[in-house]
């Protein structure tokens, strides 16, 4: 089992940043990838970025590339989520997010655990 935090969240004017954090604990191991997503009212749940567990490999939603940054800090079991030049659709509830089943993958339904979520409020 894998127990994953997130926290960072809140509420940000338009152009501005946060940094969102996932601490993962738990069987914790190279085999994961972690992804972040995220879940706007009425929308479904759709994939932000995701690395590897070694940082090797990174993806991001064509939405936020140039954006946000994905990383990760494997001594602390950390996975950060760092979002620049925030706009209103980027509004949304933030959830973190591993999986032991595949690469990172960009599908909601590959991943087996899931954090609490934050939530995220860009004002225009």
């Known amino acids: 089992q894998v127990q994953l935090v997130e926290s960072g969240g809140g509420l940000v004017q338009a152009g501005g940043s946060l940094r969102l954090s996932c601490a993962a604990s738990?069987?914790?191991?190279?085999?994961?990838?972690m992804g972040w997503f995220r879940q706007a009212p009425g929308k479904a749940r759709e994939f932000v970025a995701g690395i590897s567990w070694s940082g090797g490999t990174r993806r991001y939603a064509d939405s936020v590339k140039g954006r946000f940054t994905i990383s990760i800090d494997n001594a602390k079991n950390t996975v950060y989520l760092q979002m620049n030049s925030l706009k209103p659709e980027d509004t949304a509830v933030y959830y973190c997010a591993a999986t032991d089943r595949v690469g990172v993958s960009i599908t909601v339904g590959m991943y087996n655990y899931w954090g609490q979520g934050t939530q995220v409020t860009v004002s225009s």
């Open positions: 738990g069987r914790t191991s190279s085999r994961y990838a």
